[in-house]
């Protein structure tokens, strides 16, 4: 079991949502913590030592892994539906060259465990919960361009793990859709729970939703997602492995939930002209509970509320 507490840590991307979320927890947990950011943001953490990086340039890479134990790859360059499908480039040439320049950073200067933040874009189109071993490299269209990003990456991982002679232990994470404080709410690039929190914020009346509302997805609220993480992390676990909440959750749902936080029930228009994503993604979270003996504890209700909450305060 690896004891974090007074362990230093880097977090790339950690003006970002999972890497805010993530560094106040380890700070708070007595951790020596180092963050890189891309961007200038008013988004810090008293006891972070933030560091400006462009994680494409190899001499910021070696100088944000020096003298580091773990490093927890959150940077990535991501976005909703919409640039997905129109503009899917966008995420391959930055987040292949950032990962590969950030592995080969840790390896050289000796980092003791690289987790790498993957996807659920991995996965086959299916109609049951994907386990890990269900990856085939046959992706849904939408995700051609990202899921093999992030299959590359994971197979990178997995060369610095296994197939050389000193190895580095590498974690692959791939978590389901996370939502919560912290998301991105912009208009252009929220994804759907964060674009329905601001509408319904809002009070859109009558209200736009991209699709029919039938979508099933996986969400898992980043709080849940960030005490899996932390148990994953402190077992000798390598590998890939799912952080979710085994739930099937529907757009409608998600609706439901924020119509009783909102106390509100706008007229819906559901526009299946829209860019969506694939219709049916749930996952199998038996391998992450057998082995940490970790579940999520924050119903979707709730998680909404809380995610309500905090966006509201921020506006």
Same mark, same amino acid.
């Given at each position: 079991?690896?004891?974090?507490?007074?362990?230093?840590?880097?977090?790339?991307?950690?003006t970002g949502?999972?890497?805010?979320?993530l560094?106040?927890?380890?700070?708070n947990?007595?951790?020596d913590?180092?963050?890189?950011?891309?961007?200038?943001?008013?988004?810090?953490?008293?006891g972070c030592?933030y560091?400006?990086?462009?994680?494409?340039?190899?001499?910021?890479c070696?100088?944000?892994?020096?003298?580091?134990?773990?490093?927890?790859?959150?940077?990535?360059?991501?976005s909703?539906?919409?640039?997905?499908?129109?503009?899917?480039?966008t995420?391959?040439?930055?987040?292949?060259v950032?990962?590969?320049q950030?592995?080969?950073?840790?390896y050289?200067?000796?980092?003791?465990?690289?987790?790498?933040?993957?996807s659920?874009?991995?996965?086959?189109?299916?109609?049951? =919960?994907?386990? !890990?071993? *269900?990856?085939?490299?046959?992706?849904?269209?939408? &995700?051609?361009?990202?899921?093999?990003? %992030?299959? @590359?990456?994971?197979?990178?991982c997995?060369?610095?793990?296994?197939?050389?002679?000193?190895?580095?232990?590498?974690?692959?994470?791939?978590p389901?859709?996370?939502?919560?404080?912290?998301?991105?709410?912009?208009?252009?690039?929220?994804?759907?729970?964060?674009?329905?929190?601001?509408?319904?914020?809002?009070?859109?009346?009558?209200?736009?939703?991209?699709?029919d509302?039938?979508?099933?997805?996986?969400?898992l609220?980043?709080?849940?997602?960030?005490?899996?993480?932390?148990?994953?992390?402190?077992?000798?676990?390598?590998?890939?492995?799912n952080?979710?909440s085994?739930?099937?959750?529907?757009?409608?749902?998600?609706?439901?939930?924020?119509?009783?936080?909102?106390?509100?029930? =706008?007229?819906? !228009?559901? *526009?299946?002209?829209?860019?969506?994503?694939i219709? &049916?993604?749930?996952?199998?979270?038996? %391998?992450? @509970?057998?082995?940490?003996?970790?579940?999520?504890?924050?119903?979707?209700?709730?998680?909404?509320?809380?995610?309500?909450?905090?966006?509201?305060?921020?506006?």
């Open positions: 079991m690896l004891e974090l507490s007074g362990k230093k840590i880097l977090v790339t991307g950690a949502f999972v890497g805010h979320n560094v106040q927890r380890l700070v947990m007595n951790c913590v180092r963050g890189t950011y891309f961007r200038e943001t008013k988004r810090r953490y008293e030592e560091i400006n990086c462009d994680l494409t340039r190899e001499q910021d070696d100088k944000a892994t020096r003298d580091i134990d773990l490093v927890i790859m959150c940077a990535a360059n991501s909703g539906a919409e640039v997905m499908t129109k503009r899917p480039l995420h391959l040439t930055p987040n292949i950032m990962n590969a950030m592995l080969q950073a840790s050289e200067n000796k980092v003791k465990k690289f987790v790498f933040i993957s659920n874009t991995v996965y086959p189109d299916t109609n049951f =919960p994907v386990k !890990e071993a *269900d990856v085939n490299y046959k992706l849904y269209q939408g &995700y051609h361009v990202v899921g093999w990003m %992030k299959l @590359f990456s994971e197979i990178m997995d060369m610095y793990a296994s197939k050389i002679p000193e190895t580095m232990p590498s974690v692959i994470v791939r389901s859709n996370l939502y919560g404080p912290y998301d991105k709410f912009d208009p252009q690039k929220s994804k759907v729970i964060a674009a329905l929190t601001r509408r319904f914020s809002q009070r859109e009346n009558p209200m736009s939703v991209w699709g509302g039938n979508d099933v997805k996986d969400f609220y980043i709080d849940d997602f960030i005490d899996g993480l932390l148990k994953l992390i402190k077992t000798d676990y390598v590998g890939a492995i952080i979710c085994g739930q099937k959750t529907t757009i409608k749902d998600v609706i439901s939930s924020l119509k009783i936080a909102t106390d509100t029930s =706008p007229k819906l !228009e559901f *526009d299946t002209s829209k860019p969506s994503m219709p &049916y993604r749930t996952m199998d979270g038996s %391998k992450m @509970f057998n082995l940490t003996g970790w579940s999520p504890s924050t119903s979707l209700t709730e998680g909404l509320t809380r995610t309500l909450e905090w966006y509201e305060g921020t506006v």
